[in-house]
């Protein structure tokens, strides 16, 4: 019972380059999420996905894309990275953003990765 | 949107209780209050959530005012493994969406 896989969890880019952030989760979740995390700062949202073959800006979504692959698959893509872009990523997923009979109706409860430490010098 | 008024830090001794206040006074009548972790540079762990009623589960209590304006976690003997950063979050954004913002947190340090 894995949970949330992400791959790779360390990455170092040069400013240009291009990568895919890779989040698989095993618990037939609906809703997919990422994350971002700077030094001392609480967890912003770059993009979710409700549901299988949708996706949404959340509230840093510049410089990034998504894919929502399939149920289990979510991938963040960086075209350009710049440095601004160094972090820590982590993808979450959820039953459903409307929640469950689980955790009550209107209910969010997110299942998160260990996260990806991006570099970009 | 619903904000989150947390302190930045506490201390707390080892086996005692851990009480972490948040305020929300501006919280909407269907949005719930949620508890997370975070250890170290892990990934956020999920505690607890409720939405009037006090809940409890094998991690901890949450205790919601009346008023729905405050809410306090408590973890009943902390260890020295409870040491983290604890978010307390609503739902943020406009009717339809239910995502989930994460502010600094109060990053709680357990001491021997």
Redesign the interface.
Same mark, same amino acid.
């Given at each position: 019972n894995a949970g *949330?896989t992400q791959t790779p969890k360390f990455q170092v880019l040069k400013t240009g380059q291009s990568m895919t952030l890779q989040c698989a989760q095993d618990m037939n979740h609906n809703s997919m999420?990422w994350?971002r995390q700077d030094p001392?700062?609480?967890?912003?949202?770059i993009y979710?996905s409700a549901s299988e073959g949708t996706t949404d800006k +959340?509230?840093v979504p510049n410089g990034y894309n998504v894919s929502r692959l399939n149920k289990r698959e979510f991938s963040l893509r960086l075209e350009s990275a710049a440095p601004s872009q160094t972090s *820590?990523y982590?993808c979450?997923s959820s039953e459903s953003?409307?929640?469950s009979w689980r955790? #009550?109706a209107?209910?969010?409860?997110?299942?998160? +990765?260990? #996260?990806s430490?991006l570099t970009v010098l | 949107d619903a904000k989150t008024t947390q302190p930045p830090s506490m201390d707390c001794a080892e086996g005692r209780a851990a009480n972490l206040p948040c305020n929300h006074s501006t919280i909407s009548g269907?949005?719930?209050v949620?508890w997370?972790r975070q250890i170290h540079?892990? +990934?956020?762990?999920?505690i607890i959530?409720g939405?009037k009623n006090n809940e409890t589960n094998e991690m901890a209590s949450l205790i919601i005012t009346e008023d729905r304006k405050s809410s306090t976690l408590i973890l009943p003997h902390a260890t020295l493994r409870d040491t983290a950063v604890y978010?307390c979050i609503v739902?943020v954004t406009g009717a339809g969406?239910?995502?989930?913002?994460? +502010?600094? #947190?109060t990053k709680l340090s357990v001491i021997p």
């Open positions: *949330v999420y994350y001392g700062m609480g967890l912003r949202l979710y +959340g509230e *820590v982590f979450a953003q409307f929640g955790t #009550g209107g209910a969010n409860v997110l299942t998160f +990765g260990a #996260g430490r | 269907n949005e719930y949620y997370y540079s892990q +990934g956020p762990q999920y959530h939405l978010y739902r969406s239910y995502q989930l913002t994460f +502010g600094k #947190g």
